[in-house]
């Protein structure tokens, strides 16, 4: 049932979820998440390996029973697969990396409700075969962790000045000397909007704008040549 | 924006922001008489940063730089916020909220005339909610000499023997709010015949004199400050009358804060204020019962900024509905 990806194919799933599709800034799917859990580049980055790790397995898991769910149902079958998939995840989490669960807490279960997840099963992972599906769900996942890791990272750095801070929440105690202080510690530095929910909005726009900016460019840079007797 | 027959002469932009900064001048007269001359350091660092935000934005934009600096726009964004600001707040605070006043209120949403929020109450607020500390340090007199004020503004160095909370005081807003919270009562908070110190009535009376000065010139539309005023006496009035021991009279929510400043200078923002007339009562209305409901609920001192922006997010929408209709036009169910 299943055939293996063409590079063509492939580099195509992989630009679409990393940036022409990319979650975050172009879809604009699961900003629920987004705007809540990216106060810093920690929690941000870990809640989009959640996602991208429920958002691979669940599409690739929606692909290969998609001949046998009846069409009428499809909805609820793909939510109790991908919320049997969260709990999966939650509970590793909670074992493995308990201090990280107290930080985002009910965020990891409500990747269930994550609209990309089922944007991803309803759009892609039903259509297509395995491998794409599979590709195309990590890659969404991917993306919008890129988003959550430079919004996190903005917010962090204007809010507090500091970048990967929480670090030991992930990798244990000995990381705690890894948090990079821009601004010396001293300072006592404290942006507060940056780190308030007004923060999370401002930012997502300008990168939202900042992609729309970068993508508008190549149109503008090669000039057309002036015509003779025109001002340029 | 003339309505018909069009008698008045239509006034360039430079000449309404002109005739708006030379409006502030008694107040602002006033307000370095009593808080010291770090009041003009406030007002010069912030027109400084509004204006050179304001210059490279236009450049980034691709505008006619010159032009539009030269409107005097954003020297009164940049004015309002050197007079709304605490005298004595470090310098930083005053630059970076002109920043956010003109590159994100203000350009970002497409320059002068397309702006929704008014910028100087955008930078009131982000400050506000940012800087609280900083933003509340208001001085009742002036405990410091010009030079020393000067210093502190800008190294926050103060002469020996002084310590930066002997310099704090707080505002009658504040005292009232932290006062009522302790269970004081407004019979003893506002002892004595005046609810507000004489040079807080007598700032009032500037602004006052400033935004008269403007409607009598024909600068000023009169509907939002007189609906704002009105509204908040009303409320405060009839809460009045049933607790005295609660809330405060109209008489101080009329002098105290930011009232007379907002209403007559920042209401009426011919940009972010409603087209209509029916409108600007509605959004006036809407400022001075915010204000009201701010001031005796909320947790900042003051409520005028907070109000403004609200109705600011409001303006659209009351536009579309006291829009007034085309001669024949029929709405079905609509009141004319």
Known sequence: ?232 | MMSSPFLAQPKSVRQVMLWVLAALLPGALLHSALHGPAVWLQILLASAAALLCEAAMLRARGLPARRFVLDGSALLTGALIGLTFPPLGPWWLVVVGAFFAIVVAKQLYGGLGNNLFNPAMVAFAVMMVSFPAQMSQWTPHAALSGGDQLLYVLTRDLPAGLSADALAGATPLDAVRTGLLNGQTLGVLLAGPWPVSLDQALLALAWLAGGLALGARGVLRWQAPLAMLATLTVLAALAHLLDAERYASPLFHLLAGATQLGAWFIATDPVTAPSSARGRLWFGAGIGALTWVIRTWGGYPDAVAFAVLLMNLCAPFIDLHTRAPAFGQRQPGGRR
């Open chain 1, 1 to 232: 049932m299943s055939q293996w990806i063409s590079g063509d194919a492939a580099r195509g799933i992989i630009g679409d979820g990393l940036w022409r599709q990319n979650a975050g800034l172009v879809q604009l799917l699961g900003l629920c998440p987004v705007l809540a859990v990216s106060s810093s580049v920690v929690n941000g980055v870990s809640l989009g390996l959640a996602t991208a790790l429920v958002t691979g397995l669940s599409s690739a898991l929606i692909a290969s029973v998609r001949h046998w769910v009846p069409n009428e149902i499809r909805n609820p079958v793909f939510i109790l697969l991908i919320a049997a998939l969260v709990t999966l995840v939650e509970l590793l989490m909670r074992a493995g990396l308990p201090e990280l669960y107290a930080v985002l807490g009910i965020f990891i279960p409500l990747i269930t409700t994550n609209c990309i997840v089922l944007a991803r099963a309803e759009a892609f992972a039903s259509r297509n075969p395995v491998p794409h599906a599979a590709l195309d769900g990590v890659m969404m996942g991917l993306g919008l962790t890129l988003v959550l890791a430079v919004l996190g990272g903005l917010r962090e750095l204007f809010g507090k000045g500091t970048l990967l801070s929480g670090l030991e929440l992930v990798l244990g105690e000995s990381a705690r000397g890894w948090v990079i202080h821009l601004i010396p510690e001293s300072a006592h530095y404290q942006f507060l909007l940056a780190m308030l929910p007004p923060g999370a909005f401002i930012g997502l726009a300008l990168l939202i704008a900042g992609k729309q900016w970068w993508e508008a460019r190549p149109a503008r840079t090669p000039a057309p040549a002036p015509l003779q007797g025109e001002q340029a």
